[in-house]
């Protein structure tokens, strides 16, 4: 093992120092969702270095034993002496020996929520806190805020109902019978933990506001309304009819908190009807914003909305960085927040005042009756965008001239060539970047030493086709689209391999056991047990083909109804030939690295590889990627991410390939990084999903001893 120079080390030290802020964040920590407190997904550590990072082998793994058709692992895991904290595809949560993967203890959420409810979704991580003897590991499943013990993993019989909150409750409204997950951790903050959800995309959706709750008791303490009631600011951007029916505007992606400032910044994502805004006239804060918030008492400071009146489904997708940086000779503390639209937006964090100009620019308007969508949109004119921003003719997929012809015969009547072209019944667009981003959950890595900001994105176009609510012929058909259409399509031919068709369920369930699976979800299906057990009838007799009694269709009629868009969007749809390729020109999956300090890009290279296609003489593709990179004083950038099942290292400084290893299942999650006992860790979740095999385990890498 090459050993690092003493004094380089300490000059490496100095000038992170120098660039840190006052409170002197301990940057060999991971104890945050996000690695340090700034979520910025850097790491000090240099034992694993660019001279030896080629000597990385598997140090141990870890199974969890429980996975599924179609689950995923998607959870950064923490770790806080010498123990890592994770979560498995059925989100038990489990204790590890940080040194050996040894499990210390096991807890399955079920125990205490009754395993009727076997669907909670997808858990990206845990959040922890302690005070004295008093250690607690906090996470979501479902709908549920849940607390154990960090030693033992004992529920805190104290916290809540006997160890659990029902984040479907005191959300101000007159329901609690929402579709919620809470699938990324919330962040602690002295002694609350600050929590948003995944919500319904139809117009069933909940309101999506931010809550704080006392750590030790799981009792509420403030909330932040992103729909704001009568005489809070922002009311007048939605149309007073319809917004208390609206929900959404709300984060799913995770937050960070300034601690010094007492700050929380949260992104938040789009007002349902996701696709078509009819009842929401107006520009609709504070969806699609990234709102700066009290974390005392949830006040808000500032805000800035990146989509106005979003019909693109335009979610935040990722928590935002803080990050110091130098702009004409002057520090200024930042905050950086990447979109799936492929721009980053950054702002001074106690003003909210760009760092560089954000151009309000003119952009085309909808033809859909009913739908009045925003004439202009902000676009930042630096940093330097992290993908191509438009889908043109020269991008249509030209590798194979059959590829090229299968892709030309799609886009007969599809409108493309504009990022903020509005859905349309006359015609379908290209949504480019795509409904997953550009920049996705995984987030960004930010190193404080040389001011660089990192970021994987898709690079893949969708197709968006919207239908009219008045075609549909039935009631059934109705609340199909309302509660299924947006996944599996109005055909309900689904999305495969990743979305399965619904034709032909006649012959696998009865309407009884069919029933049971839309309580219950399956995979990455939520439970639509909120589903009134009236409309849950119409929808299996649709899905199974079956006749309504005339006295059953008049039980949906008036209120039993839910509120319907005027159009639906029908299915998410990538842009494919009928042999599943993409139907851009690659590179379908990037890795940017941005000098924060000029917002100019540093190097951008290929992420991911199609064996098929390099076996055909294709240069390196690049693929879908869903997860982070970690950066590191080692000069290395890690990300796994890709759907070829690998883990890679680069060159942080040119972006050079330095290292690479196969995984047993994609690693669709964000590593973590740790030392422990004078050891330097690399851990990757590898739980595969989003169309790749599903795994169970957690993987290790270190150096030889």
Known sequence: MKVIPSSFL????????????????????????????????????????????????????????????????????????????GTSPSLDVFALDAATGKEIWRFDPFDILGGENSWAGTNRGVSYWAEAEDKRILFGAGNWLMAVDALTGNPISE????????????????????????????????????IGMRLSEGLDAAPGHIRAYNVKTGKREWIFHTIPQKGEFGYDTWDSEFIQKIGGANNWAGM???????????????????????????????????????????????????????????????????????????????????????????????????????????VPQSNLPGEITSATQPIPTL?????????????????????????????????????????SSEHGIILFPGMDGGGEWGGASFDPSNQTLYVNANQIPWLIEMTPNAEFENVGQSIYSSYCGNCHGLSRKGDLPAIPSLIGLAEKYSQDSLNQLIIKGRGAMPAFDHISEENRKILTAFLLGK???????????????????????????????????????????????????????????????????????????????????????????????????????????????????????????????????????????????????????YVAFALPD
Request: with cysteine.
């Open 10 to 85: 300490v000059f490496l030290f100095f000038l992170i120092a120098c660039t840190s802020e006052e409170n002197n964040i301990d940057y060999t920590d991971w104890s945050h969702y996000g690695g340090p407190e700034d979520g910025s997904r850097y790491s000090s550590l240099t034992q694993i270095n660019k001279d030896n990072v080629s000597q990385l082998a598997q140090a141990w793994v870890y199974h969890t034993g429980d996975a599924t058709e179609r689950s995923q692992i998607q959870c950064q895991p923490i770790v806080i002496d010498g123990i890592l904290y």
């Open 159 to 194: 916290f809540g109902d006997g160890g659990k909150v029902d984040l479907r409750k005191n959300l101000d409204t007159d329901r609690d019978d929402f579709l919620i997950v809470a699938n990324a951790p919330g962040v602690i903050f002295k002694d609350k933990i600050i």
């Open 256 to 362: 960070v908190v300034d601690q010094k400032r007492e700050i929380v910044f949260v992104p938040t994502g789009s007002a349902t009807y996701d696709f078509w805004g009819g009842y929401r006239t107006g520009d609709n804060l504070y969806a699609n914003s990234l709102v700066a918030l009290d974390a005392n008492t949830g006040e808000r400071i500032w805000h800035f909305q990146a989509v106005h009146h979003d019909v693109w489904d335009r979610d935040f997708p990722a928590n935002p960085n803080l990050i110091r940086i130098q702009k004409e000779g002057e520090w200024i503390d930042a905050v950086a927040q990447i979109s799936k639209q492929g721009m980053t937006y950054v702002f001074d964090r106690e003003s909210g005042e760009p760092i560089w100009p954000i151009v309000e620019t003119n």
């Open 383 to 423: 940093p330097e965008p992290f993908m191509n921003m438009t889908f043109e003719d020269s991008d249509i997929l030209s590798l194979k001239p059959e590829w090229e012809e299968d892709i030309r015969s799609q886009l007969v009547n599809v409108q493309y060539g504009d990022t903020w072209a509005p859905p």
């Open 547 to 697: 006749n309504l009694e005339e006295g059953d269709k008049k039980d949906m009629e008036g209120e039993n109804v839910p509120l319907a868009p005027g159009y639906y969007m029908n299915g998410y749809k990538k842009l494919l030939t009928k042999d599943g390729v993409y139907g851009s020109n690659p590179p379908w999956g990037l890795l940017t690295a941005i000098d924060m300090n000029t917002g100019k890009k540093k190097w951008q290279v290929t992420l991911g590889e199609i064996n098929s296609l390099s076996a055909q003489g294709f240069e390196p593709t690049g693929t879908e990627n869903y997860g982070g990179p970690v950066v590191t004083a080692g000069g290395l950038l890690f990300i796994a991410a890709t759907k070829d099942e690998k883990i890679r290292a680069f060159d942080k400084e040119t972006g050079e390939k330095l290292w690479e290893a196969k995984l047993p299942a994609a690693g669709h999650a964000t590593p973590a990084m740790y030392e422990y006992d004078g050891k330097q860790f690399l851990v990757i979740a590898c739980g595969g999903g989003k169309g790749t095999k599903s795994g169970d385990s």
